[in-house]
């Protein structure tokens, strides 16, 4: 056997290993390009005494509450007349019950109210734009106008607070309007509905950090347009109300916050626990939430009645005030009991 050197062996120069991290360098003019597009995009929020001013007047009004609370609200209508209380649904404001209260504040008081992360109300301190927390805003203004009993209505979000809060505090609630209200499961084989461009971006960790600092007006139009069915009430002021009041300090980390939450999908269930007359209207063309939940919603309450409009989307009160006044006006003068007689029985 051949005797084996160590010279025999040459020095291997060391292995490289197999996979090997690559460094990715971003050129410093295209970072500069970068933060300066973020620059020229960026839009702040709006200035809050000026959006005060411009949508609230100067007799605008603000309910302190213990947690405090600063909701916006108004009180209009005959001062006399059964009170009706109306919420607004996800980004929108009080503004868009003013059709109704046109045609139904000769006979009704109806209060509305900035519900907490939107319209003049903005940012809270304990930040709870949840259930509880839009069940407290509605306490406040109650207790600040010492209404005790109420018909209580809302759209969209709005209509999941309505029903929440008539859950949470059945002996407040004397009839209830859900107008194309949230909160029902989809029907067996459905498919979510296709949801507006703004809902979209939401559904992403990088788009709710976009959307606290970029919110282009046309983005704000595009997401607007998206959820209705009647363009011809979309004008230049719906738009730049929206797109304002969207910008109110605290309102847009408020909009990422509630697109992170528990809505409590299991509360759903308890829905057949309302006994009070409730009317279900949904728009039949409405994009944000299936029509048919308007069915769900009939088949767990009972007693409950529905109303369908033909070429309505999310936002019956301003596509189609005059047939939603006069069905919640109808349905009203028929089952609501006032509280004076529900006392006596």
């Known amino acids: 056997m051949q005797a084996i050197d160590e010279d025999d062996f040459e020095p291997q120069p060391p292995r490289r290993p197999m996979f090997r991290r690559k460094r990715v360098l971003i050129p410093l003019g295209l970072l500069l390009a970068i933060l300066i597009a973020f620059l020229a995009l960026r839009t702040g929020d709006t200035d809050r005494d000026e959006m005060i001013a ?13 947690a405090g609370q600063r909701i916006h609200y ?10 009706v209380v109306l919420l607004h649904g996800s980004n929108a404001s009080l503004q868009t019950w003013e059709p109704l209260v046109k045609r139904l504040g000769g006979t009704y008081r109806i209060v509305t109210l900035d519900l907490p992360g939107h ?3 903005g940012a809270t301190p304990d930040r709870d734009y949840g259930a509880d927390g839009m069940i407290d805003a509605v306490d ?18 709005g209509g999941w607070v309505a029903w929440r809060y008539a859950l949470a505090r059945p002996e407040h609630v004397d009839a209830l309007l859900l107008i194309d209200a949230s909160g029902m499961p989809l029907r067996k084989g459905e498919k979510a509905p296709p949801s507006n461009v703004g809902f979209r971006i939401l559904k992403y960790p ?13 983005l704000v139009e595009e997401s607007l347009r998206g959820s209705i069915e009647k363009q011809g009430i979309v004008d230049d002021a719906m738009i730049d109300r929206y797109w304002e009041l969207l910008r109110f300090p605290g309102n847009r980390e408020a909009t990422v916050l509630r697109a992170q939450m528990d809505r409590e999908p299991a ?3 308890r829905v057949g626990d309302i006994k009070v007359p409730t009317l279900i209207l949904f728009g039949k063309k409405d994009l944000l939430i299936n029509p048919t ?3 769900t919603f009939n088949e767990r309450i009972a007693g409950s009645e529905v109303v369908l409009l033909d070429g309505i989307g999310h936002l019956p009160m301003e596509e189609a005030p005059d047939e939603t006044a006069a069905a919640i006006s109808d349905f009203l ?8 007689d529900q006392e006596k029985h």
């Open 54 to 66: 411009k949508y609230g007047g100067p007799d605008a009004t603000f309910a302190a509450g213990p």
């Open 74 to 83: 108004r009180d209009q209508g005959r001062r006399d007349g059964p009170v």
């Open 119 to 121: 319209g003049l109300t």
């Open 140 to 157: 406040v203004v109650a207790a600040k106008l010492g209404i005790d009993h109420f018909t209580l209505g809302g759209n969209s979000m």
């Open 206 to 218: 990088f788009g709710r950090w976009l959307a606290t600092q970029i919110t282009p007006r046309s």
């Open 267 to 269: 509360m759903a269930d």
């Open 293 to 295: 939940a308007a069915q």
């Open 333 to 340: 003068t028929r089952r609501l009991v006032p509280p004076a």
